[in-house]
């Protein structure tokens, strides 16, 4: 089994940070790509940012310049430091990760729970 667990939402007043983490645990054998999606109420889950194992990132144009992702690969973490929050970032977001759980299987996807980001105005 495989979990990932987020953590650093809350609630932000707009023009604030947050910085959120995610941990992968349990039967682990490799992670590659790593990322943050998001769903605000009423929308579909869109794509935030993500990283690969070396540290190449993309993220969607409306985050650029203001969210930066990263990882610890020997601590099994990816983070999403989000800079000038505004409202329209509010949403629950979601960790997601491609994981190997040993050599013979391939990578899956895995996905935490959520933690939710509000911002005021």
């Known amino acids: 089994q495989v979990q990932l667990v987020e953590s650093g939402g809350g609630l932000v007043q707009a023009g604030g940070s947050l910085r959120l983490s995610c941990t992968a645990s349990?039967?682990?054998?490799?992670?590659?790509?790593m990322g943050w999606y998001r769903q605000a109420p009423g929308k579909q889950r869109e794509l935030v940012a993500t990283?690969?194992?070396?540290?190449?990132?993309s993220s969607a144009d409306s985050v650029k310049g203001r969210f930066t992702i990263s990882r610890d690969n020997a601590e099994n973490t990816v983070y999403l430091q989000m800079n000038s929050l505004k409202p329209e970032d509010t949403a629950i977001y979601y960790c997601n990760a491609r994981i190997r759980r040993n050599r013979y299987m391939d990578y899956e996807a895995s996905w935490g729970r959520g933690t939710q980001v509000t911002v005021s105005s």
């Open positions: 349990g039967s682990i054998f490799s992670i590659g790509d």
């Open positions: 990283i690969t194992p070396v540290g190449s990132t």
